[in-house]
């Protein structure tokens, strides 16, 4: 980022900055155990109790980050000056949140749906999710030390494409596994596991809103 004579006269607050990467430190660990989720989902091999207990987790990384969005609504209040613009800084915190509110209801939908087994897709879906939310923190790492985050804004979207072109084989693979079945549990299965690709795609979708945002901001700051 291009160095800005008013931060020597004007120092603006870096707090916000180490709320970003508390709140994509939730965002982190929930992308950690929904990968862990899949995974086990995926080979089968996942009892109910160890499911049950990741769910559990998700729900309470779900709580700490309302908290820490609350601070930063708070923390934007009070500061006289922030170190970009007021309504970035709050959107892009949505877009955290929302992605953890995404990851929560997924898992939440996998356990009231009493899922048991997902396609292997589901955790190729998990490891893109992971390597935008590790992303997306390496850029708040690098804009705290006014370094350029173009690199990790280019790496989020280019996963996003490469989620898109998945989810579409994912389902592509899902209709065509049904044509060759018959028979109402079939079809109800089918249901289920595409909005379980659905709701892994939204939450890549999530996550390159907030690389956008960011991209937005370095075209503002030069």
């Not at 309302?66 to 609504?73: F, V, W």
């Not at 087994?117 to 850029?139: N, T, V, Y």
């Not at 595409?194 to 979708?205: D, M, R, S």
């Amino acid at each position: 980022m291009r160095f800005n004579f008013l931060d020597l006269l004007l120092p603006r607050e870096t707090k916000f900055y180490d709320l970003f990467l508390e709140h994509t430190d939730t965002l982190l660990d929930a992308a950690r155990r929904l990968r862990k989720l899949a995974a086990g989902l995926d080979s089968g091999d996942a009892g109910h109790e160890s499911l049950m207990a990741i769910i559990t987790e998700i729900k309470e990384i779900e709580r700490k980050a309302d908290k820490i969005e609350s601070k930063i609504d708070i923390a934007l209040e009070e500061s006289f000056i922030t170190p970009f613009d007021r309504e970035d800084i709050h959107m892009i915190a949505a877009f955290v949140d929302n992605t953890v509110d995404e990851i929560k209801a997924l898992v939440e939908k996998i356990e009231t749906y009493g899922i048991v087994r997902l396609p292997s897709r589901s955790a190729d879906f998990a490891d893109i999710i992971l390597d935008c939310s590790q992303k997306l923190h390496e850029a708040f790492e690098r804009m705290k030390k006014k370094e350029s985050v173009s690199s990790q804004v280019k790496a989020i979207g280019e996963a996003e494409r490469r989620a898109d072109v998945l989810f579409s084989i994912a389902i592509g693979d899902l209709f065509k596994e049904a044509a060759t079945r018959a028979g109402g549990a079939d079809a109800v299965e089918m249901i289920k596991t595409k909005e379980v690709y659905e709701g892994l795609e939204e939450i890549v979708n999530k996550i390159d809103g907030a690389g956008k945002l960011l991209r937005r901001v370095m075209i503002k700051q030069g």
